[in-house]
């Protein structure tokens, strides 16, 4: 038998911006998923692969390849408000995302970002196991392997981390399953494939075949 006591909010939201001609430019969606806790609420974004189109091909040249998966702690004041300025956020890259999708049960995984002199400390985050197969998901400023620091250039983070939160089990598990099915998008393939496809058709339906004959060749 199973049970879980849920004492905090879950929330899945997309802010829009409309613009006033429709046919120029689209409606903009940021999907965000957001789980509320005592000390901070946590949010799941998307930051998409940078495109550009040079003779009439779309690539990423001039940009970084993929896009990423932000993370993001927001601590709560006394007043249980947010406080943004005072955020602390982690992007995982494709490959670590799929890294922490695959994690087991039993064990805990760890992604960090050396610092670079004048702030020496490194950024960590870890994902935990918890009771009644939930997660803990904590950020935390390290130096030498001991937390509780802050970025020199950001007095202001004084005191915020460590922050964690815990993700129920139901909670990680639509995490779990919104990051999984945002890897092709960060990874720059879904679109560019369905590009291809798109162009692909477009080209055959230019030209004309015999029917028993094929515009591609297939290898052996």
């Known amino acids: 038998m199973f049970s879980a006591a849920f004492n905090h909010q879950t929330v899945i939201s997309g802010t829009r911006l409309c613009c006033r001609n429709l046919s ?40 970084s390849q993929y896009g990423s998966l932000l993370l993001e702690w927001v601590p709560r004041g006394s007043d249980g408000k947010g406080i943004p300025d005072k955020s602390l956020r982690f992007a995982l890259a494709p490959q670590e995302a799929g890294l922490l999708i695959d994690q087991q049960r039993n064990e805990t995984v760890e992604f960090s970002r050396t610092g670079f002199p004048p702030n020496v400390v490194d950024k960590v985050f870890r994902v935990s196991p918890h009771e009644a197969g939930a997660f803990q998901f904590l950020i935390d400023y390290e130096n030498e392997g001991r937390g509780g620091q802050s970025p020199s250039d950001r007095p202001d983070l004084e005191g915020i981390a460590p922050l964690g939160i815990v993700l129920q089990r139901g909670e990680y598990v639509v995490l779990r399953e919104l990051m999984r099915n945002s890897i092709p998008t960060i990874a720059n393939w879904d679109y560019m494939l369905k590009m291809q496809v798109e162009s692909a058709i477009t080209e055959a339906s230019k030209k004309s075949f015999p029917d028993d004959s094929s515009p591609y060749e297939v290898p052996f």
Not at 37 to 50: Q, S
């Open 24 to 63: 120029t430019k689209p409606l903009r969606a940021y999907p965000v998923y957001t789980v509320y806790g005592a000390d901070c609420y946590f949010n799941l974004k998307v930051i998409l692969p940078k495109f550009r189109t040079r003779n009439n091909v779309l690539s990423t040249d001039g940009f």
